[in-house]
Nanobody, 124 residues
Framework: QVQLVESGGGSVQAGGSLRLSCAAS????????MGWFRQAPGKEREFVAC????????YYDSSVKGRSTISRDSAKNTVYLQMNSLKPEDTAVYYC?????????????????WGQGTQVTVSS
C-alpha cells in the first residue's frame, strides 16, 4: 500500500507561482511512476503531468507545458509540481497519484493510488 499526502496549494494571483508537494509512504515509492491530475468544479479530472520511476522521463499536458515542472526526490519519497505563470483556468483541486509501474501514464486508470487533493485558486 502507498499513502499519498499533497501540500502546497493555496490562493495566488494570476502570474504567480506555487510548488505542490506529494509525500508518499511505503518502501516501493522508488519503483512507481507518479502523476499529477486536477479537477475543476463541474469538470472531469484531467491529467497534468507525470514522471517515471527514475525521474528521467516526464510528460506534460499541453495546457501546462512550459509553465510547470514535475520532479521527484526518492530520498524524501516526495514528488513535486512547480507551477509558474499561473492562470485563472488553473484553478482546481490537484491530486497526486502513484502508478504500480516504472513507466509513465497519462490517464486516471493508469494509476492505483491517490491522494486527497490540495486546492489551487488563481485569481485574475
Amino acid at each position: 500500500q502507498v499513502q499519498l499526502v499533497e501540500s502546497g496549494g493555496g490562493s495566488v494571483q494570476a502570474g504567480g507561482s506555487l510548488r505542490l508537494s506529494c509525500a508518499a509512504s511505503g518502501r516501493t515509492f522508488g519503483t512507481y511512476a507518479m502523476g499529477w491530475f486536477r479537477q475543476a468544479p463541474g469538470k472531469e479530472r484531467e491529467f497534468v503531468a507525470c514522471i517515471n520511476w527514475s525521474g528521467s522521463t516526464t510528460y506534460y499536458d499541453s495546457s501546462v507545458k512550459g509553465r510547470s515542472t514535475i520532479s521527484r526526490d526518492s530520498a524524501k519519497n516526495t514528488v513535486y509540481l512547480q507551477m509558474n505563470s499561473l492562470k485563472p483556468e488553473d484553478t482546481a483541486v490537484y491530486y497526486c497519484a502513484a502508478r504500480r509501474s516504472i513507466g509513465i501514464g497519462t490517464t486516471s486508470t493508469d494509476y492505483h493510488y491517490w491522494g486527497q487533493g490540495t486546492q489551487v485558486t488563481v485569481s485574475s
